[in-house]
């Protein structure tokens, strides 16, 4: 029986049958939940603890939350909506002007996610977290100890040092500037402090009574899910509050009381030791992933620029407000690569729990998949594989953030046998490390019990500061190291120095080259993105070169044409001086064109930059920042050749959600999907630098984004085949093209005008037709839909085609279409009604079963 279908049949047992996870423990040592005397208070208790085993010398029990995320799955909503909901009530005590004063301060590990929920809540209020690990360069603004704790001590790292001092204006609640608010009196800011369960409420009031000696302030509110005092410890609050001075409120979810009969933590213990000496069925410490299952796919987030990863430095509401808008692109591209998984585990990673619980809440928008959120976590606690228990199942691992304390082991519970067909690992990138990657690691461990595991690294965040010396503080963060210059030809690539700048770096030394065949089997099966790697060069026969020549000479004018509609549409529309970047490789020849048009006809030299997007991974995100940094975003103008179905677009339009003043409408020579409404032409017809590869443009590789190659602070890849110089066309074909310039002129004046009064909106009929197609030829994969001459001729050049669809009657524009299908063995089909040309058909399922001895495509029977 599968893991999915032990997990359904457990689950449909369970629920015929409901029992409390506490019942294991509190039968065993007589430990009992007693609610707060309202009607249902200990089923309302049950509903939101269960009891668990520590293996800890100071504490015997554990109360384990349903709602915090740790160490129960639970839906994403659930657990953000618990600390909104206590922010949300924090704002109601303080009311509005204390409430933009108020300093926020959670709790690590398992307080982190939550006490920044409340932030949320409460809206208008900055958040810092306590940790355990410390930041080189990054000074201490307090710590303290957590009495029953098995770890290390709690640090107070704020990247503001006035954060904790009480001295914040309620102007600057929104700012993240970093500049020194007027002084404020201490009554004026409260402190609110989060933490998962208040029990004997000494690791809270320790903190305060440490701050406030430091930072004295006249008000504080502890919030927590759950309030567990005995009816001595609710005595101590208001004699605390006496003491200090100070007034201290208390908000929490539920309340209630645990009984501990003498001699528990003994009991306890000897009751870990006995489970150990039996067969530890519910803890597994796999060698590795199953054969055959890939350990991990890594899905690049695109991280909004300048956020931090979570609270450990502080996050500020305008932190937020960057973040917010960019969570539903980063869900879609976890969604776009989950497949067809139906339970989904976002699984976080210690402290860092905000980060992967606001893509969990985000996610549960994006996908009809059941997704659940949990972390990893430092606690070693006793698993029993049993209903009235709250930890079933654990997985053992080493710890893979180089902790300060020394290499240990790490866990995370309730993950196996759970069901889940898929994981979301997120981590931050000081823990993207060997560890994380080796056979007993996280990876190999949660491969061992999902069919799909996913890794999205959020960067770390480090205060500039630290880099730099700690008199030098700004709030926002410093960029990082800079980045070089772009690479000009010809040291890289065949075009003239001035016609384009490449924000790229060079992989010309590196093997990345694989045959198609095998490229398309790891493309489809999940175990490679296509662009980590790259197809070996198409070289085309000396009939196939002639037909390009032919194919130039015919449609040249049409594309000068194009050319000048494209490029006078962006001159009247977009800005008088635009910033070219063309998206690497296809649209770069046509940025050259656009820019010797400018040139031609105008007299202005237009700057011009290649940069990579890769479908499913977004746009290279430090050359966006190059380009902030040289330039006007809002002057960028975003280039391409053509579009199919609009991925690209949608691509590019997702991936600048986060980036602000870049204009995500993409100008393109030929539009003939209906994608977009800066265009030269709506008809699908031969562009002929679609006919060939790197030697019409430039002779530059495809882009290459693979993590050993490309790392956080540089440009994607690309390779300069230097070696092609003889077959290379480039410059032929931008000069045919510009020859005629001055003939089309006339006509590129008539047809902008008709435009600029047209309208434009794109109509994405071109998408509405691929999912057609997708459906009709059983393919059930719009990604395998190649529409247009363009596209149809780079799956017959890249990829393993199946078919081509062919408008009847087509005709010139496909000679080099049936040319390259002849020669691969793949059969042209004639259809009527068709919006495109053609339509290239990628082989679906493919393995190397799929084509024959002779490496020809077998058509399906």
């Known amino acids: 029986m599968s893991e999915h279908s032990e997990h359904s049949a457990r689950t449909e047992k369970e629920t015929a049958n409901v029992v409390w996870s506490g019942s294991w423990v509190s039968e065993r040592l007589g430990i009992e939940l007693i609610g707060d005397g309202k009607p249902d208070g200990d089923s309302e208790l049950k509903d939101l603890l269960g009891l668990a085993l520590r293996r800890n010398p100071k504490r015997a029990h554990l109360l384990v939350s349903n709602v915090l995320g740790k160490h129960v799955p639970q839906k994403p909503s659930v657990v953000y909506g618990a600390g909104f909901e206590l922010g949300r009530r924090v704002r109601d005590l303080l009311g509005d002007t204390e409430a933009r004063r108020a300093v926020v301060l959670g709790y690590a590990e398992t307080a982190t996610g939550l006490g920044h929920a409340v932030a949320d809540g409460l809206g208008v209020a900055p958040y810092l977290h306590s940790t355990r690990r410390p930041v080189e360069g990054v000074a201490r603004a307090g710590g303290f100890e957590e009495s029953h704790s098995h770890a290390t001590s709690h640090l107070l790292l704020p990247e503001d040092p006035s954060l904790l001092a009480g001295d914040r204006d309620p102007a600057d609640a929104g700012r993240g500037d970093g500049a020194a608010p007027p002084p404020a009196t201490a009554s004026d800011a409260p402190l609110v402090l989060v933490d998962d369960e208040f029990s004997t409420g000494n690791t809270v009031l320790n903190t305060i009574r440490a701050l406030h000696e430091r930072y004295p302030r006249s008000r504080y509110v502890i919030v927590a899910l759950m309030d567990m005092r005995s009816p001595a410890d609710r005595g101590r609050l208001a004699g605390f509050a006496a003491e200090i001075g100070a007034r201290v409120d208390l908000v929490a979810r539920g309340s209630g009381t ?43 987030l695109r991280w909004p620029a300048g956020v931090p990863d979570g609270g450990r430095h502080g996050f500020t509401p305008a932190h937020r407000a960057v973040l917010e808008p960019a969570l539903p692109a980063m869900a879609a591209r976890i969604a776009g690569a989950l497949g067809d998984a139906r339970r989904v585990l976002v699984l976080g990673f210690e402290e860092l729990m905000y980060a992967p619980l606001r893509l969990g809440t985000a996610l549960e928008d994006h996908t009809d998949a059941e997704v659940r959120y949990s972390t990893t976590t430092r606690s070693p606690v006793l698993a029993v594989d049993d209903p009235g228990y709250a930890i079933r199942t654990r997985l053992v691992f080493p710890a893979h953030d180089n902790p300060a304390d020394g290499p240990g082991d790490r866990y995370a519970y309730n993950v196996a046998g759970a069901g889940f067909d898929a994981v979301v690992l997120a981590v931050d990138s000081t823990a993207d490390t060997p560890e994380l990657h080796a056979p007993d690691g996280l990876l190999a461990q949660l491969a061992a019990h999902t069919e799909h595991v996913l890794l999205a690294v959020v960067p770390s965040y480090i205060p500039s500061y630290a880099l730099s010396g700690p008199d030098t503080y700004v709030a926002e963060r410093q960029e990082p190291p800079m980045l070089p210059e772009p690479l000009r030809g010809p040291a890289f690539s065949s075009y003239a120095p001035d016609e384009v700048g490449w924000l790229l770096q060079d992989l010309s030394g590196t093997e990345l080259e694989a045959p198609t065949e095998e490229r398309e089997e790891a493309i489809q099966s999940g175990g490679a993105h296509y662009a980590e790697s790259l197809p070996v060069e198409y070289q085309p026969s000396a009939q196939y070169q002639d037909l390009f020549k032919a194919a130039l000479e015919l449609s040249a004018a049409r594309v000068a044409r194009a050319v000048g509609t494209v490029t006078e549409t962006v001159l009247a529309e977009r800005t008088p001086r635009p910033v070219l970047v063309s998206l690497a490789r296809a649209g770069t020849p046509v940025g050259v064109l656009m820019r010797r048009w400018a040139r031609h006809r105008h007299g202005i030299d237009l700057p011009h930059y290649a940069v990579s997007i890769v479908r499913g991974r977004g746009i290279d995100a430090n ?42 409408e993409i100008a393109v020579l030929a539009d003939p999907g209906g994608c977009v409404r800066t265009y030269g032409t709506r008809e699908d017809f031969l562009i002929p630098s679609a006919c060939l590869n790197s030697t019409v443009s430039g002779l530059i590789s495809r882009t290459v984004l693979r993590s050993d190659l490309v790392g956080p602070e540089d440009f994607h890849g690309a390779k300069f085949y230097r070696e092609l110089a003889d077959t290379d066309v480039s410059g032929h074909f931008l000069d045919t093209v510009a020859a005629h310039f001055d003939e089309v002129v006339d006509a590129v004046d008539a047809e902008v005008k008709e435009l600029l009064a047209t309208d434009r909106a794109p109509t994405w009929e071109g998408w509405a037709a691929v999912e057609r197609i997708s459906e009709e030829y059983g393919i059930h994969d719009v990604n395998l839909v190649k529409p247009g001459v363009g596209e149809t001729t780079r799956v017959l050049l890249r990829r393993v085609p199946w078919k081509i669809l062919a408008k009847r009657g087509a005709g010139a524009d496909l000679e080099h279409i049936r040319l390259l299908a002849e020669q691969r063995g793949v059969p042209v089909e004639e259809v009527d009604g068709l919006p495109y040309t053609c339509v290239g058909l990628i082989h679906p399922k493919y393995t190397r079963g799929a084509t024959g001895a002779d490496g020809r495509a077998v058509e399906s029977k």
Do not use: N, Y
Not at 269 to 280: F, S, T
Not at 625 to 639: G, I, K, S
């Open 258 to 300: 645990v009984t501990l009969p003498d001699g528990v933590l003994e009991k306890g213990q000897a009751l870990v030791a006995a489970h150990d000496a039996e067969p530890a069925a519910a803890t597994a410490r796999e060698p590795a992933a199953a054969p055959g299952r890939r350990p991990c796919t890594r899905v690049d």
């Open 623 to 664: 050359a966006l920042r190059w380009l902030a940094a040289h330039h006007d975003p809002a002057d960028v103008v975003f280039v391409d050749g053509w579009t199919g179905k609009g991925a690209i677009t949608r691509e590019l339009s997702a991936a600048l959600a986060g980036f602000e003043g870049f204009d995500p």
